[in-house]
């Protein structure tokens, strides 16, 4: 805030006023307070953009923002905001996006601290930036043909959502309070996905040779609803408040099966009878949850917060009505059942000014109520109920010079339902029961400072459990797995329930060199290691990352803003054959920007950012590494946005947006070096590796009075 | 004589005692001796701020009155010193340099402990059931104050506009700069998602600042159909989405932490003697090549790796998440 000198000379209120007596009329100055406090405005932005290159050189530019498939649109937004100073009541209407796939419309009226209510249309689509070339008819469809001897034609894939929204509070008195709201969201379109097998001797219902095999994109066909409804009621107090509500999401999907036609009569023929089996797509499910939440102050220094929270979630769509059989003497539908508990407390004292103690205890039950059946043969769906138990307490303490020390407790236990008799556990050789884990943390903040603020944190946190055990079928007995006798050097073991080795440091620095200069430092670093009987696995994984930002104030008219950030990311996994992959994500992001007044009615800006990702897979034969195998996964984009805003007078102005973004994507997923990656009916997925675009647009915005 | 000089005095004082209370009303009510009472501006009571922090001293700061904090007619809304305390020594500074701050400021410089900065918001807040878990979470205990984030001197608090809030997280949470601006991302960068969509920076009781109570359970809002239960399903997806994603953003696809089959590989490790690969495989040996190492990979065959309800017992059976 500003402040000024009270005793010398005339105020510029003073000097103000008889600027105004001797140029204007007197009202003028309630006018200008009255521009400066009226929030009232009606804003309308109208104008034309256009891109450049095709869809394909828009692929990543234009996933969401409605730009993969226009060259030239509508740019047009609006707003009005008006509030009734009399009666408090607020008026909130508007729209953006308007021309695009992306729009979205909100109106809302508030009588402050009395009732509201809102309402919201939102579209999004999300344009798949890879294209699919396939002979595939009705991909993206319920009923997809596959012939391998049909032409290739490229589609692109897309996912569109329609929401709505829909809000209501109200104060029945100034300390009870109701709030429900409704938001409902259609999402049609397709995404990425596929079948595949290969023969062997698990496919034992067909005649199918091991030498054959087939994989297949066929995307999957989505039209489904999702709807979540809340109502609560909040009663508050000087020292409480009370929050208890309902909250019920609701999923239902029209479609529920795929089923292929394979129309490929040199194909094996048990081969075409697997992949002609019905794909099974996320059923009808429903939760309702009934929650109780709070807070409460037993004194100035003394406080504790809680919530309680039980859920019902159930998924009981009959299977025939999703197309689906199941065997004789199944049930007609899952009737899978979860109740979920969750429970809070959190206590903060501060018993003196300098010296404060938080806690924070949470507890998660999930129940799963789900009546086993023999879905596959001998073996039963598998029972998912767990156990949570997360807890945290940091004592912190103000030091001389502004420092404060913070000394922390972590706490996470998880226990996870053991396997019955008749579940199949494929591809893992052991399980755990439980997991504890105790961590601690210190920290060291310079909390306040005019010039700068510091903090230096260390996290170390260890991992164990129960003993490694695997499972006997048919027995409902574990065969132990003692770290001892490891019996099992290749096995696999989940890493969720490895034991780990945890270590964090942070360091930060927030500098004000000068009054128009600040700088940010930061440094991160990271290491979790794992450990199970085995010599297999996830060994580790790391992190470091350190960057700078800086902002300058020129002037008061113009200001700067840079960053520099480097990452990595590590990850060693060791397979059981014998080869070891090393995996490293390392990325450097530069910005930078500018904002500032060319003339009193002119404003220029712009950004300019970089990014450089680059993720190495290397193998290796033990310890031996083999580069090369697979090449590097290098993203690479330079994005410059430009703007400029002309005032033409009080009420309008125009505004002029140009971005340019190149993109390289060098990737392997679906393509190697001008190679495709090819299914078995010859469909491939692809994406332009260059990709440039230059998007102009000019809008006149009016504000009218 | 000095009856009649004794007899004037008498006159005059009597005179002046009846006249003088009259005459200085009169010259206390006159227009041109009067001092103007400074009326509000903005907030009720502010005129012991206004009077100097003016439109012409400060018309930044009367934006104010554009805000819900500005709305007159709801009698819960605030005055200057609601805030900044009533500054006495701010008020009545009568020395000619620079006076003392008010009691409590919130600029970037302010000496004014966060929690005390907090406390000023938090007198009328309490009462949002959003912010009932703000005491012990991370931003909290960080000593994150409320005006660090928001700006309530503006008409529009850019971290309550979805288009711009990542501009304010972004401030301090620099990983994920980098991050939502690789090609795999939710639509934050075109505005259509924000932070708060994910996350509530008032505290919550998930972990993360998540906005419902778990992981899971905040991205069923939007991907419900991952939610099932199915008939098969795949314990870490019920756990925890970010076991194998990273919803900020990443390279691979679908927002994957690392690319198939080195992600699936961290917790199985099957088919032999398999080897990534861009070379294709033999037909009876196809797992040591490009079959489990493009396309989808691994999901090329596990395809509903977030669980199936397919009942069927067919071989091969769905168990394995193939359809």
Not at chain 2, 235 to 242: G, M, R
């Amino acid at each position: 805030m500003k402040t000024r000198r009270q005793h010398f000379g005339l105020s510029h209120k003073l000097l103000f006023l008889a600027v105004l007596a001797a140029f204007g009329p007197v009202h003028a100055e309630d006018d200008e307070v009255a521009q400066l406090i009226k929030p009232d405005s009606t804003v309308v932005s109208a104008g034309l953009g256009v891109a450049s290159g095709n869809s394909a050189d828009r692929a990543i530019f234009g996933q969401y923002n409605g730009w993969r498939k226009n060259e030239v649109g509508i740019l047009l937004d609006f707003e009005l905001i008006r509030r009734d100073d009399a009666s408090g009541l607020w008026t909130n209407f508007s729209g953006s996006n308007l021309g695009f796939d992306n729009r979205e419309l909100t109106f809302s009226q508030q009588k402050q601290g009395d009732w509201g209510y809102s309402a919201g249309y939102s579209e999004l689509v999300r344009h798949e930036p890879r294209s699919v070339i396939t002979g595939v008819l009705g991909s993206g469809t319920t009923n997809p043909v596959v012939n391998p001897a049909a032409g290739l034609s490229e589609s692109n894939l897309e996912l569109k959502r329609k929401g709505l929204t829909v809000g209501l509070e109200k104060w029945l008195t100034p300390n009870l309070m109701v709030e429900a709201s409704f938001k409902t969201e259609k999402k049609d379109g397709a995404r990425l996905s596929g079948i595949g097998v290969t023969c062997s001797n698990v496919i034992a219902g067909y005649p199918c040779s091991a030498t054959t095999g087939a994989l297949l994109l066929l995307p999957e066909p989505i039209n489904s609803t999702t709807q979540q409804f809340e109502a609560k009621i909040n009663l508050s107090g000087d020292n409480y408040l009370l929050s208890g509500g309902y909250y019920g999401s609701f999923f239902s999907n029209s479609n529920s099966s795929m089923k292929p036609v394979i129309n490929a009569p040199t194909w094996n023929a048990g081969l075409v009878g697997y992949l002609q089996q019905t794909v099974a797509l996320p059923p009808d499910n429903q939760a309702h949850q009934f929650y109780l939440s709070g807070n409460y102050a037993f004194n100035s220094w003394i406080r504790a917060n809680f919530h309680v929270a039980h859920t019902k979630a159930t998924q009981d769509q009959d299977f025939a009505s999703m197309g689906l059989v199941a065997a004789a003497g199944l049930p007609p539908n899952f009737g899978a059942e979860v109740n979920s508990t969750v429970a809070q407390l959190g206590l903060s004292v501060r018993p003196m000014p300098k010296l404060s103690l938080t806690g924070n205890w949470r507890y998660e039950d999930v129940k799963d109520d789900t009546p086993l059946a023999l879905y596959n043969g001998a073996f039963t769906n598998t029972p998912n109920s767990s156990e949570k138990a997360t807890g945290k307490a940091d004592l912190s303490y103000v030091l001389p010079v502004g420092f404060r020390a913070t000394l922390g407790v972590d706490y996470a236990y998880m226990k996870r339902q053991r396997p019955v008799a008749t579940t199949s556990i494929t591809s893992l050789t052991s399980l755990r029961e439980w997991t504890e884990e105790l961590g601690y943390r210190v920290e060291l903040r310079r909390s306040m400072s005019d010039t700068i603020n510091t903090s230096v944190s260390w996290t170390t946190a260890i991992r164990e459990g129960e003993h490694w055990m695997s499972l006997i079928p048919g027995a409902n007995l574990y065969k132990e797995v003692r770290y001892v006798d490891i019996n099992d050097p290749i096995g696999v073991f989940p890493f969720t329930m490895m034991d780990r080795k945890r270590d964090k440091i942070r360091v930060l620095a927030d500098w004000m060199a000068t009054d128009d200069l600040s700088l940010q430092f930061i440094v991160d670093s990271g290491k979790d290691s794992y450990a199970a009987p085995t010599t297999k696995g996830l060994h580790d994984s790391g992190m470091q990352s350190y960057g700078i930002d800086a902002a300058l104030t020129l002037s008061e008219a113009w200001k700067l803003t840079a960053y520099i950030n480097h990452g990595k990311q590590t990850l060693h996994v060791d397979h059981n054959v014998g080869y070891i992959a090393a995996l490293d994500n390392v990325t450097l992001s530069v910005g930078l920007g500018v904002i500032g007044k060319l003339a009193k009615n002119i404003e220029v800006g712009g950004d300019l950012m970089y990014i450089d990702d680059s993720s190495r897979y290397q193998l290796g034969s033990g310890n031996a590494e083999l580069p090369g195998v697979l090449p590097d996964v290098v993203y690479r984009a330079t994005t410059l946005k430009l703007f400029g805003k002309y005032a033409l007078d009080k009420s309008a102005d125009v505004r002029v947006d140009l971005v340019h973004q190149r993109v390289k994507f060098d990737e392997w997923t679906w393509g190697n070096n001008g190679t495709p990656f090819l299914y078995s009916d010859n469909t491939m997925v692809a994406m332009q590796p260059k990709q440039s675009v230059t998007y102009l647009g000019a809008r006149y915005v009016y504000r009218f009075k | 004589m000095k009856l009649w000089r004794r007899f004037s005095v008498l006159c005059f004082f009597l005179g002046a005692v009846a006249v003088l209370p009259s005459v200085v009303a009169a010259e206390i009510a006159s227009p041109v001796a009067m001092k103007e009472v400074p009326k509000d501006l903005v907030l009720k009571g502010d005129a012991v701020c206004t009077r100097c922090h003016d439109e012409a001293d400060g018309p930044d700061l009367l934006a104010i009155g554009k805000t819900r904090h500005g709305t007159l007619a709801d009698s819960r809304t605030p005055s200057c010193t609601s805030c900044h305390g009533t500054s006495k020594d701010h008020l009545g500074y009568k020395g000619s340099d620079k006076p003392p701050k008010p009691d409590v400021t919130f600029g970037a410089k302010t000496k004014v402990a966060a929690e005390i900065r907090n406390a000023a918001c938090q007198d009328c807040h309490k009462k949002d059931s959003n912010r009932s878990h703000w005491e012990g979470s991370v931003h909290q205990s960080n000593d994150v104050a409320c005006s660090s984030c928001h700006k309530v001197h503006v008409a529009k608090d850019k971290v309550r506009d979805k288009l711009t809030q990542t501009e304010t997280c972004l401030t301090c949470h620099k990983e994920q700069r980098a991050q939502i601006n690789k090609p795999s991302h939710h639509p934050i960068v075109e505005g259509k998602m924000a932070c708060t969509d994910c996350h509530n920076p008032h505290g919550s009781v998930g972990p993360k600042l998540m906005k419902r109570a778990t992981v899971v359970d905040t991205c069923y809002t939007c991907h419900m159909e991952k939610r099932g239960p199915f008939v098969h399903s795949h314990q870490p997806v019920n756990e925890d989405c970010s076991n194998c994603h990273n919803p900020h953003g990443t390279t691979a696809e679908n927002l994957l932490k690392t690319r198939a089959p080195f992600l699936c590989h961290t917790c199985h490790t099957p088919h032999g003697p398999t080897q990534p690969s861009l070379t294709k495989g033999s037909v009876t040996g196809w797992w040591n090549g490009s079959d489990i190492t493009q396309g989808r990979a691994c999901l090329n065959c596990h395809t509903q790796i977030h669980g199936s309800n397919n009942p069927s017992g067919a071989s091969p059976s769905a168990q394995r998440l193939f359809r």
